[in-house]
């Protein structure tokens, strides 16, 4: 309401029901400033009459919509890193309109050139067109780029306005020349003082041709040399075997690969920034394998043996593995580093070997034998228990006069004669009695004197392995025969032996005399001739005469002599009763002995020195080659003090002949796999050996090697990835399951996690099923190994996890979402990873390091936070997290193949080394020598250099290297 009075009627324009803005005059015009430069404002106008005691009228309320001017805005537009999809010619960016700028974008894309900064212009050809009007992302792809070189790249888009620009972000194309990429470094038999190590050259690089390939080790990380180089000079895996270390040490390896261009080696691990290592063992790895020995009880076919081994300073996380050659070479009968296993066996010899990482450590044979006084018979298959009974009708008789013997009856049986096929009763001098049947009465003419009669069951062929079942003795006396008569005339005789001595073979009784006699003057009535053993008159046995006409000499007479020495008499006489006998005609001597390694036991020559022999195989392993089916060895044996007339026999566990002799070698042709070779002599097994054939290129499929059908496997984890439950910190429901294809006779596969340590070991095994295992926060790699190859990817099998829903991770589990929570998201990029990986949730106030690592070759050229560089950095990180974050990283090829220097230093003496700094105590273990910084300071013992004010680089240098502590107020970066 005006306060004014004017005498004179005037209307306002008021805001509201505010007091009046401005006065006027009725009809005039009004120029009015709004409260502010955006907004909807109410206005209206009231008019009084001229004694300003009231208002005439007031009009409706009119709305004026206040907004600013725009002019000449153009597009705000972000370049997305890392730049994807490289290869020589071509790559996929990112843009991103973040604002039109208020006016419709009419194009965007890339614009790339080698130079900084490139620019949007109608006629350039290095840049792609989209057309584009809301704010959002898109991709295009750069073509014509060409190779090893480094572009810059922004996004674009244009307006009305003119054209927005993102960052410039640089990257380099593949190569035309590139080193060779060799990756999956592994090592296995690790001993004392060697191991084998290998690696796979995953690509030939640029040009596709390498000179060598091979494996550098020594004591200190990035190892040059010693350098042993590998056969073959193209892609796929390869080993060397690594000799002359010393015991207890950490060696550090790596894989390398030499083209033209350079040398490329495997990348270092993740995790230590360092390359592959291992350690050798404080002393050789041994093993012991004994067996309690296994005997067959009577009427069985089995026994039982406990086996008993123990590995000594077996490879971190290898397991020993038990085999025999039954049923089939390499059966497993246990695993583990010690230990003790019940094996139940049949008779016959069986092999047992312990093995770690292929190697064979102990190996032990068991050979199964029946119980006392029992025998193997092999038509009931089983042990059976051998007895027999022999008994003469009368223990003597009498001899007759003019007789030189008389028949003695003896009753005899075998039972469980073991599978023996022939029965015979032997004496001292007389021939065997071969028997007929299991029992029966025999009736024998005995000579003069006392004999002792032994029941043997033998086997009807050679060797005759007789066993003794029972034994009887008998004796012979002469009646009274009449006075010798005197010679009638001049009757002489000749008795004249071939040799005076004999010997007796083992297990014989005796040996033949051969002889030869003449007869001259005989009385006509004396019409029989007779050589009689140590009796004159025994007329032991008849050699001529009793026929007509009556011979009076004779040559190369037989007669068996048992052990000792005998007098020998050539007799004649009467062939009818009463006999008249002249005795002693003529006298010879001849003596029988056992063989030498032989000896008397009473009845026959038995052995006295024990019989032994040798076998042996050249080579023991051969090497099948690819495409064939086996390779040759060649066997060799001798056998020492053998029995007489027995030949030594070479066998399989098939029962299959190789050779036969008591010394000789034959060429045997092996198929994959390992055989045992058996030498026996008589039944008796003296010595044994095993050959193994192994592929020389890939693995056996059953017929042949084949090098295709390498060892693989697959390893797999369900759920992936998982959940973690609210208050836990991992996740508990993850099963892994693998598989082994083709792992080499012996070896045991073997699954581990790099979590709490690397090579923590999960579980042994060619194969594995639902096997439970827990996944820390965000992510737990998983790797299965045999003989220390990788078989899954070179990474490993990566298992994410994350807080289930409603949760988020707090720093140590994962807690209600009712606090706040922040994302971090790792970009991925080509040449190179950030760890870790992909969006990960945080709660308000968590601190998180990500890990920037370059493949070989390259080095990190860049690392942008929200977009922003925070320069070359290997690691970056989240203090305080309070935000949403991403980070992305650039690399560019690495002509050294070292790595990227830290910040403000560079110009390392030649031939050293200088590493990365990581933030907040992660140590590297990067050595300096007289590093001068990018500011012209060289560093000297105890110096400090200034960086920026509130850094510092503070070096310790000894006599040869200088270590550096770089400090800033939040903390301590050191390497």
């Keep these: 309401t005006p306060t004014t009075n004017t005498a004179s009627a005037e209307c306002n324009l008021l805001n509201n029901e505010s007091s009046p803005l401005t006065t006027y005059k009725t009809g005039t015009s009004i120029t009015h400033a709004s409260p502010s430069a955006e907004g909807a404002f109410g206005y209206y106008i009231q008019c009084r009459n001229a004694q300003y005691t009231s208002s005439t009228a007031k009009s409706d309320l009119v709305t004026v919509n206040v907004a600013p001017l725009v002019v000449g805005v153009v597009p705000t537009v972000t370049t997305r890193s890392p730049i994807t999809n490289i290869t020589q010619n071509s790559a996929v960016g990112v843009g991103n309109v973040t604002s039109n700028g208020g006016s419709t974008v009419t194009v965007s894309g890339l614009t790339w050139s080698t130079s900084a900064n490139p620019t949007y212009s109608v006629s350039n050809p290095s840049q792609t067109t989209n057309g584009w009007a809301d704010p959002g992302y898109w991709l295009s792809t750069m073509t014509d780029l060409t190779a090893g070189t480094t572009y810059h790249v922004r996004a674009y888009a244009k307006n009305s306005a003119g054209v927005g620009y993102g960052s410039d972000i640089q990257f380099p194309t593949s190569s035309s020349t590139a080193v060779p990429s060799v990756a999956n470094p592994t090592v296995s038999n690790i001993t004392a003082t060697g191991a084998t190590l290998g690696a796979d050259v995953v690509s030939l690089g640029l040009p596709a ?36 270390l010393t015991p207890g040490t950490k060696y550090y390896y790596r894989g390398y690969a030499t083209n033209a261009t350079g040398t490329g ?66 059966t497993v009968v246990a695993t583990g580093n010690k230990g003790t296993k019940t094996y139940t066996m049949n008779y016959g010899a069986r092999n047992f070997y312990l093995y770690n990482n292929t190697v064979q450590l102990a190996q032990v044979t068991v050979t199964p034998v029946c119980a006392s006084s029992t025998v193997w018979d092999s038509s009931a ?30 009753s005899w049986s075998v039972k469980n004669y073991g599978g023996k096929d022939q029965f015979v009763i032997s004496a001292s001098g007389m021939a065997d009695v071969v028997l007929s049947g299991t029992s029966g009465n025999q009736t024998l003419v005995v000579p003069s004197g006392s004999r002792t009669f032994s029941l043997y069951a033998q086997e009807r062929a050679s060797p005759r392995n007789p066993v003794l079942l029972a034994t009887s003795t008998a004796t012979t006396t002469s009646g009274n025969p009449p006075p010798p008569q005197p010679f009638s005339g001049s009757a002489s005789g000749t008795l004249t032996p071939a040799s005076t001595s004999c010997i007796i073979g083992l297990y014989q009784r005796n040996c033949p005399v051969n002889l030869s006699w003449t007869v001259t003057n005989r009385p006509p009535a004396q019409d029989g001739t007779w050589i009689s053993v140590d009796v004159p008159g025994a007329r032991t046995v008849k050699v001529a005469g009793g026929e007509t006409p009556v011979v009076n000499s004779g040559t190369a007479y037989s007669i068996p002599v048992s052990n000792g020495s005998h007098t020998l008499y050539l007799d004649i006489g009467t062939r009818v009763s009463p006999s008249i006998t002249t005795n002693d005609l003529a006298r010879a001597t001849a003596t029988a002995a056992c063989a030498i390694t032989t000896s008397w036991n009473g009845t026959i020559c038995t052995s006295s020195a024990t019989m032994s022999g040798t076998l042996s195989a050249n080579p023991v392993s051969c090497a099948i080659p690819a495409g064939a089916s086996n390779c040759d060895t060649t066997l060799s044996w001798d056998t020492k003090n053998p029995p007489a007339g ?27 796999g390992s055989r045992n070779f058996y030498l026996y002599n008589n039944g008796q097994l003296l010595n044994q050996t095993a050959v193994t054939a192994t592929c020389t290129d890939g693995v056996w499929d059953g017929s042949k090697c084949s090098s295709s059908a390498a060892m693989s496997g697959t390893l797999t984890a369900s759920p992936n990835p998982c959940a973690i439950p609210s208050g836990a910190s991992s996740c508990s429901n993850v ?35 639902e096997v439970p295992v827990t996944v820390k926060y965000n992510y737990q790699k998983f790797f299965l190994f045999n003989n220390g190859k990788l078989l899954n990817l070179p990474s490993g099998l990566i298992v994410n996890s994350s807080c289930a829903t409603g949760t988020a991770w707090n720093g140590s589990t994962c807690a209600s979402s009712a606090a706040v929570s922040y994302t971090i998201t790792a970009l991925p990029g080509n040449y190179g990873s950030i760890t870790p990986a992909g969006t ?3 709660y308000s106030g968590a601190n998180r390091i990500y890990y920037i690592t370059p493949n070989a070759g390259y080095k990190i050229a860049n690392v942008l936070v929200d977009d922003v560089s925070v320069g070359a950095a290997p690691s970056y990180n989240f203090p305080n997290i309070s935000a949403n974050h991403t980070i992305s990283a650039n690399f560019a090829v690495n002509p050294t193949g070292g790595n990227p220097l830290p910040p403000g230093e560079s110009n390392c003496s030649a031939g050293q080394t200088c590493g990365p700094v990581s933030p907040f105590g992660s140590t590297f273990g990067s050595t ?44 301590v970066f050191d390497d």
């Design 928 to 971: 300096h020598y007289s590093c001068t910084e990018s500011d012209g300071i060289t560093v000297t013992e105890s110096g400090t250099e200034p960086y920026d004010g509130t850094r510092a680089w503070t070096w310790k240098c000894g006599t040869s290297m200088c270590y550096e502590l770089k400090k800033i107020p939040t903390g």
């Design 381 to 410: 298959n089983k042990c059976n228990s051998v007895s027999g009974t022999l008994s003469p009708a009368t223990t003597s008789c009498i001899i007759s006069a003019g007789q030189n013997s008389c028949n003695v009856t003896l």
């Design 265 to 330: 080696y495997t990348p270092v691990s993740p995790y230590s920034n360092t390359d592959q290592a291992f350690t050798t063992i404080s002393t050789a790895m041994t093993g012991t394998l004994t067996s309690s020995g296994c005997i067959i009880a009577s009427g069985s076919n089995s026994c039982t043996t406990t086996l008993i081994w123990n590995t000594a300073n077996a490879p971190a996380g290898s397991t020993s593995v038990v085999t025999t050659n039954y049923p089939s070479a390499n």
């Design 646 to 672: 027995s030949v030594s026999a070479v066998t399989t566990p098939e029962s299959i002949t190789v050779g036969t002799g008591n010394s000789d070698s034959k060429t045997y042709s092996m198929t994959n």
């Design 209 to 244: 041709s390498i000179s060598a390939r091979g494996i550098c080790y020594g004591t200190s990380n990035n190892p040059t040399s010693p350098c042993i180089v590998a056969s073959g000079t193209t892609t796929g895996a390869y080993t060397v075997a690594v000799t002359g």
């Design 735 to 769: 099963k892994l399951n693998w598989s082994t294809l083709n792992p080499p006779v012996g070896s045991v596969s073997a699954v581990t996690t790099n979590y709490p340590t690397d090579n923590t070991l999960i579980a042994n095994g060619n194969n594995g099923v």
């Design 840 to 842: 990960t949730t945080y």
